[in-house]
């Protein structure tokens, strides 16, 4: 069982907008603005897609965009593309015990 | 440009002890401030984050694995180590290791993967 709390699918048709959540506690998302969202495709590694909750990295498409509010994060892709179908997790700051934790992936469907 | 390169063997016999090292090529590993981290991903599931390294030296460990894992720099050669002993079937996974920009911010994030070891435990 993963710490942090995502759907396991969600889907959507090209050129709509999904939201993707991601749900912690008190002890993680909710004390630190340290959340990141990775994009992995099949047999590939994991791609950075934002950190810091919402920022961009270079070369990201402006298309995903990240938030917080309280316990929970949140990673909208919109205008969706065929490409954007993969797995998707989420990944939060926990403190200076448990340091970082992962959220158990979801599995983005382009229609 | 920098890329990580896991290697090691793919077949650990239960009880024994599993070890990877992570090449890095295109750059120092003691260039920029940044934690190199050990990440695994079993058949299926999500992401578990294992433990990272400072080229001081100074680790973190996931406290779930603390007591089986090592992780070693060797920064003549530009790697960095993974060892987890007493495994199990559980510690099958693929194993990916991974850059963290945090040293100076004080941030936890990932920027640059390696492609990932499959390593497979079994008699």
């Known amino acids: 069982q993963s710490a942090l709390t995502q759907p396991a699918s969600v889907s959507g048709s090209p050129g709509q907008s999904i939201t993707i959540s991601c749900t912690g506690t008190s002890s993680d998302v909710g004390s630190y603005n340290l959340v990141s969202w990775y994009q992995q495709h099949p047999g590939k590694a994991p791609k950075l897609m934002i950190y810091?909750?919402?920022k961009r990295p270079s070369g990201v498409s402006n298309r995903f965009s990240g938030s917080k509010s309280g316990n929970t994060a949140s990673l909208t892709i919109s205008g969706l593309q065929a490409e954007d179908e993969a797995d998707y997790y989420c990944c939060s700051y926990a403190g200076s015990s448990t340091y970082v934790v992962f959220g158990g992936g979801t599995k983005l469907t382009v229609l | 440009q920098v890329q990580l390169q896991e290697s090691g063997p793919g077949l650990v016999k239960p009880s024994q002890t599993l070890s990877l090292t992570c090449t890095v090529s295109?750059?120092?590993?003691?260039?920029?401030?940044?934690?190199w981290s050990w990440i695994r991903q079993p058949a299926g599931k999500g992401l578990e984050w294992i433990g990272r390294i400072y080229t001081s030296g100074s680790t973190n460990y996931n406290p779930s694995l603390k007591s089986r894992v090592t992780i070693s720099v060797d920064t003549s050669k530009n790697q960095f180590s993974l060892k987890l002993s007493s495994v199990t079937a559980a510690d099958t996974a693929v194993y990916y290791c991974a850059r963290d920009p945090g040293l100076l911010s004080g941030d936890w994030y990932f920027d640059l993967w390696g492609r990932g070891t499959l390593v497979t435990v079994s008699s």
């Open positions: 810091e909750v919402s």
């Open positions: 295109g750059g120092s590993i003691s260039s920029g401030s940044y934690y």
